[in-house]
């Protein structure tokens, strides 16, 4: 069963300026208002109008992380 969300006024302002996709949560779109995604592995799409938010439970930014050069790898 899938509750209401309840967000604190500091969840609303991040929220406002940083939107992602919570599972279990109602997210309407920020662009259309739709209320149907179609959920990836790191991306939730509106169903409506195809716009993209990231999902609120990966947070795994490593690959964003140019690859450090190993020491023992170097001749």
């Known amino acids: 069963m899938l509750m209401d969300a309840h967000f604190s006024p500091v969840e609303s302002a991040l929220t406002a300026i940083n939107p992602q996709y919570y599972q279990g ?3 309407p779109c920020p662009d259309c208002g739709g209320n149907q995604w179609i ?3 790191v991306v939730a799409e509106c169903a409506h109008c195809d716009t993209p938010l990231p999902l609120a ?3 795994h930014r490593a690959w964003l992380m140019p ?3 190993d020491a023992s790898t170097r001749v």
């Open 57 to 59: 439970a990966s947070q």
């Open 39 to 41: 959920v990836g592995r």
């Open 25 to 27: 949560r109602k997210t």
């Open 67 to 69: 690859l450090r050069a």
